[in-house]
């Protein structure tokens, strides 16, 4: 496995490369989340690629930029463990040069939940995204389901950029009791790690309610809000039943929706999101 850090570098590689090519772009401190994407790119492609980036551009003011894990070595491990040949790392004047002035704005996905509550999260992510794309030219792009909303904008801007990559949403990986896994676990303590399933099992609860025919995103919201605050320290961030495309919130629970959601337990953010719909076991 190569470490990479410059684009001149990366474009050396890319020219090499006869087969297909498969991308997992991260932001470092991975876990079995990130390992079952690479896992995946590495049957599906001949060659992956993993980059590694703290993307500054996606963090708001206040966020947990500064404290954001950063266990490089062990990302590398990992990375070589699970089959990837190239690990772009890049500096941030490499991504940001001086002068770099550039945002890409994705309409419509973005609006609700992690749009709303983050503002300009969105743009810092779709920017990087479309840079790193740009740059590894990838045949296939390897995102998890844990981060829906993520996953339905970046498709978007693909489709709508007419970028020649296929974008594979991949199914979210969980811990104990359900937890999605997700790089800011690691804020959780003890206590907290106890508590956080709880957050999957208010969703899975509501999912079983719309299968079971309740058609309501009101009523389901105040089902999701009567079970969180059951359990200490939690803070809700938002609850939403979405459309899984769009990710505009439904009227009516007619068909196949997402259900998803954010809260804070003490001070770290957690979210997580399911799939649901009339008569559909949800999950
Ligand atoms: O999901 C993440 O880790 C980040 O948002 C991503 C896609 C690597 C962009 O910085």
New binding site residues.
């Given amino acids: 496995m190569e470490v990479i850090q410059t684009k001149k570098e990366l474009r050396e590689f890319r020219n090499g490369v006869r087969g297909s090519l498969g991308f997992v772009?991260?932001?470092g401190a991975l876990h079995e989340g990130h390992a079952a994407l690479i896992r995946q790119s590495a049957r599906e492609n001949e060659r992956t690629v993993v980059?590694i980036?703290v993307?500054p551009m996606?963090f708001g003011p206040r966020e947990d930029l500064a404290k954001y894990p950063r266990p490089f070595e062990r990302d590398l491990d990992i990375c070589r463990e699970t089959g990837a040949n190239v690990v772009y790392a890049p500096e941030h004047a490499d991504i940001y040069p001086a002068g770099f002035g550039s945002a890409v704005e994705v309409s419509g996905v973005g609006n609700h939940w992690c749009g709303a509550s983050r503002p300009g999260h969105f743009v810092?992510?779709a920017t990087?995204?479309l840079k790193l794309l740009n740059r590894v030219q990838p045949d296939r792009l390897y995102?998890?389901q844990k981060?829906a909303q993520?996953a339905a904008l970046?498709d978007k801007m693909v489709l709508d950029l007419d970028l020649e990559t296929e974008v594979v949403v991949c199914p979210t990986i969980r811990g104990a009791g359900g937890l999605a896994l997700s790089?800011r676990n690691q804020y959780l303590s003890p206590g907290e790690k106890a508590a956080a399933p709880a957050l999957y099992r208010a969703l899975m609860e509501c999912g079983r309610q719309i299968k079971m025919g309740q058609t309501s995103p009101q009523k389901i919201a105040e089902i999701f809000q009567g079970l969180l605050p059951g359990y200490d320290g939690w803070r809700l961030d938002y609850f939403g039943v979405a459309d899984p495309v769009t990710m505009s919130p439904v009227p009516v629970i007619d068909r196949k929706v997402r259900l998803l959601a954010a809260a804070f337990l003490g001070t770290t953010r957690l979210i997580d999101n399911i799939s649901a719909g009339p008569g559909l076991e949800p999950g």
């Fill in positions: 772009p991260t932001m980059s980036f993307n996606q810092g992510v990087v995204v995102l998890g981060d993520q970046l790089s």
